[in-house]
């Protein structure tokens, strides 16, 4: 039978495609035998076993953290046979009766944990013992590495801590983590070691605000109290504390409330203090009649268009000046020459100090001030800003802006972390610098305000008792009511008693500020509980040699 023509073509195809097939296959056959050829080995990169976390100094070089070794005692409690007769041989060296080593064990089913850290002068002993009885596969005693806070409590919301991994949580241990705790090394031998990091704190300076802080909430018994000491040369934070506080090195008791940093991380309404900023900046924008002495009869009254606001003063002032405004924290004279500038002027200036910012300073939160822009402002809020309501701040935006108060007028950059440093060679890997974020006051506007400050403290006055014989200080007391935000009113009675001062004010080289919440002792005023606290750590100041005081007449 002849061959039909489709025929004929379909073989043809099947022909074509099976050659195909057989170049692929003898090409991949080719290339099969060529990779096995020139295959190679792969072997996993040498990398450090063990990552030793970096230490974290003061300014002095005295260790606030460290790692550390320590030892623990474990039950493998299904080898075990007799449980009381291991507890009474373990008992002796981990400081607990049998009683209390058995009760332990029986919170567990498998693996019990029966004491975290033990005297390590006892584990040569309890493994001789373990040994002598044959019971190292039923009792475990493992070497850890740790945390160690020499500090206890002080600085404690600073500095953080770290979890059973070694990973920092809270503070300056998980803000500096990447630098801490690095990734382990590749091809660089066993240990990898974090850098280490220098605090611009200083511990003298951070004892003598938490001796301070620890007598206002005996005397006073706050809610929460806060204060901090900023170098105002540099802007470096000596010291920085928050009450109620917790020891590091016994996390598990603490809570939130005493994990909070009220110095860097609370914003409120800071009240009187805000007027030396008001202040400064209605005699910068050089609008306000202020040569004109205003005349304080105990209200100030003004007109919002529609309606009349009436400001309250707690007491008759008489004639007031700029100075003697902050001497007596008048608050109808600070209204009164707010209004006469301009509100854009008066914001921008604000802004400028920094009073709508945030401030990286190495801390894992950066809370960030706040004052509306003017165009939200009701016909009373220039007025209320003024004297420290209707906005918020932190105690470090506070003591920052106080930078702007000294002799050449320059917001300062706030600095937490002075340096760190390779752990082996010791060389520096980052040092802080001076930075200035901005020129913001004339060196006169500056020399006025702090000439105020200056006047508080002499006879009515109303920062008396910050006087420290010896020594010029410069203060602004202040009594805030606080912001009920449940009820959006001020008539609950709360208040934050508080004061800043400049030392020596002439030349200021340290800032000090102090703040209770809602105090609840014999006086809620500013001047009669931070007041004393800046007196004393002064007085701290000098007994440390970081203040010199005057030539005094002897007598």
Known sequence: ???????????????????????????????????????????????????????????NHRILAIQTPYWGVYFHLNYIKDLQV?????????????????????????????????DEDQVPALLATLEKHKLTKEVTVEKRLGRTYPALFHASQTLGFINSEQEGIEGVELSQEHYLNPYPEVGQGEVTY??????????????????????????????????????ATNGDILGMSSYPWYDVNSLSTSTAVQRKNHAANLLFEPGSVFKLFSLATVLEAGQANVAEPFLCDGSYTFSTGSSNVTINCTAKHGLI??????AKSCNGAIVHWAMQTD??????????????????????????????????????????????????????????????LTQEGELLQPHLILSRSDAVTSGKTYQRERTVLAKVFS????????????????????????????????IKTGTAQ????????????????????????DNP?????????NPKGNTIWGSNIAGPAIANVVKALLSQGKLVAKDTEIR
């Not at 702090?450 to 006879?459: D, I, L, V």
């Open 1 to 59: 039978m002849a061959t039909s023509p489709k025929h004929s073509y379909i073989r043809f195809f099947t022909v074509v495609v099976a050659l195909l097939l057989g170049l692929i296959l003898v090409r991949l056959a080719f290339l099969t035998l060529q990779d096995q050829s020139q295959s190679k080995t792969y072997t996993n990169p040498q990398v450090a076993s063990k990552v030793v976390r970096g230490t974290i100094y003061d300014r």
């Open 482 to 505: 606080l912001l009920n935000p449940e009820t959006n009113t001020y008539e609950d009675g709360t208040v934050l008693a508080s004061s800043l001062a400049m030392v020596p004010i």
């Open 194 to 231: 974090g850098e280490d990091i220098t605090l611009t704190l200083d511990l003298d300076i951070q004892y003598a605000l938490d001796v301070q802080l620890q007598f206002i909430a005996d005397e006073h018994n706050p809610d929460y109290a806060m204060a901090l000491v900023l170098d």
């Open 343 to 404: 509100a854009d002027l008066f914001y921008e200036t604000l802004t400028k100090l920094g009073f709508n910012s945030s401030y990286d300073i190495g801390l894992p939160s950066r809370p960030r001030a706040q004052i509306a822009e003017p165009s939200t402002w009701s016909g009373r809020s220039q007025a209320t800003i003024s004297f420290g309501q209707e906005m918020l701040a932190s105690a470090l935006h506070l003591a920052a802006a106080a930078t702007a």
């Open 443 to 474: 060196s006169e506007v500056a020399k006025t305000v702090r000439e105020g400050m200056q006047q508080a403290t002499e006879e009515g006055g109303t920062g008396v008792k910050a006087v420290v014989e010896g020594v010029d200080v410069g």
């Open 321 to 326: 000046d700029p100075k003697t405004m902050v």
């Open 509 to 517: 080289r340290y800032i000090i500020y102090f703040g209770a919440g």
């Open 86 to 118: 291991v507890s009474e041989l373990v008992a002796p060296y981990v400081q607990m009766s049998p009683q209390q080593v058995q009760d332990k064990a029986k919170q567990y089913t498998t693996y019990a944990q029966i004491k975290a850290r033990i």
